[in-house]
């Protein structure tokens, strides 16, 4: 088909007069044409400039497909290879310029296709195609590319799953690297607006596809570290191609993003396989909404957190004031049962007391009797009355006093005399004190 | 002005922080009522706090910018209630 094309834009440049006399030395037309003999002989830049103006406008830009072989990126910076199959081989130069659309460089005896255009050299009519664009079967150029930038970042311990953040609970700030009118930024805002509307976000403009992309995602990263305020950090786009989201595979953003002193979150939308950003932040979220969902807390919740942690408090101590009442209540009865206990055991104690003092004092008194019976009995003996009844007798005042001493009687007095059987009253005669021996 | 936010929002971090450590303290029974009492007293005041932090707060949609003398700022931007609300609309 390429060839059927080439055939055909070989016939149009013709008809054009693109190629001046050349196309006419090629269809063997004209009779003096240049180079038809040695007198017309064509200088050999001539040739070439012809050769040069034939090729590369017969052949549009085309898919090619063979195995890389002798590949040598050169000193001057472009990359020099064959590439072939069974039968063919063709010389191919990637231009230095064009080689950040690739992945990285091929490795020999990879199957690939290229998309070029053939380039044909003034100086030595030799044509070269020139790869712009270059993928290996089964994605191997990708795969390879990122395997290699893969273990460059954990060579330097970048990938280490100790090295990732907690996102902040409650940012205030949100800062957001992406492309300012995208998708990406609109879905960002959307869902933090939805979930938290005193969340404030800051977008960062950068190029999130193309070949600036790397740099300028880079330079974005710089800003959000200067500037300082933000509480955590989205880096992505929304969904693409895989050319179009490969910065996030670049290294450079890797880097920076690992070197980021603000948390970050990748989110590269709808990409399937994991970027080398992913593998660098701090978290990853498969879609820019879903990085706004991971950092932005629902406004609603938080508040509802705060009434439960509130009903938490007052339940607490209402309880505690209960629990507090109900042991005072529990300690007072104890107390009252207490007393009541005490005091109904000291009346035991006092009943039984009684009881021993009563049963002591009829002993004592029934031990008093017995001796005032005896005292009695030796009183009985000691009594006037018995001396009375052995045949003495009393002299009393008539008051009944016991006149013991002739000095309390004087001549005259009447005085009483107390016998056995009886009492006389009589008249005192005579008082004879008795001469002391 | 964002800085301001910042610190807000520490404290907002930090009157949770403190709000759930007081709710364990309060259940706890070897902490004395008054004490208990004087907890929840400080708690209500952090929850009043920490409540307004987050309903006085009225997040903006910015752009952050860099000036002639190549120090960064935001722009002013726009609410983001508003920003929400064109999204929905869509």
Redesign the interface.
Known sequence: MAVRRGSRAVTGATNAGVAGSAPGLIEGRADAAPGSSPEHALPVSALTAALKDVIEGAFPAMWISGEVSGFKPHRNGHWYFTLKDAVASIDCVVWSRDQARMPTTPDEGMQVVALGQFNVWNKTGKATFAVRQMEAEGEGLWRKALEQTRAALEKDGLLDPARKRPI??????V?VITS?SGAAL??I??V???R??????????AAVQGDSAPASIVEALR??A??G???VLIVGRGGGSREDLWCFNSEAVARAIAASPIPTVSAVGHEVDITIADLVADHRAATPSAAAELVAPV?AD??A??RA??S???N??TR??RD?RRSLDATRNGIRSAVARRATSARRDLDVTMRQIRTSSVRVLERGRDRIGVLGGRLNLLSPLATLARGYALPRTPDGAALTSVTSVKKGARINIMMKDGEIDAVTEAVRLKERA | M??G??A??QT??QH?KR??D??GQ??RSDVP?DT??AL?EE??KR?RE??DT??M????????V?RADGT?A?TD?R???Q??????D?
């Open positions: 902040p609970r409650f940012p205030k700030c800062a300012a609109h879905d805002v959307s933090i607006g939805r938290n509307p005193t969340i404030d976000v800051v977008i960062i403009p800003r959000a200067v500037w305020k933000a509480d406004l938080l508040l957190d705060l942690l509130q938490l408090m007052i607490t101590l505690r004031a507090g | 964002t800085s936010n910042n807000s929002n907002f971090e949770l709000l759930e007081i709710a309060l259940d009522l208990a009492l929840f708690g209500i929850l920490a409540s987050l309903t707060a009225e997040g903006r949609l910015k752009e952050l860099e960064l935001t931007g609410p983001l209630k920003e929400a609300g064109d999204a929905d869509d």
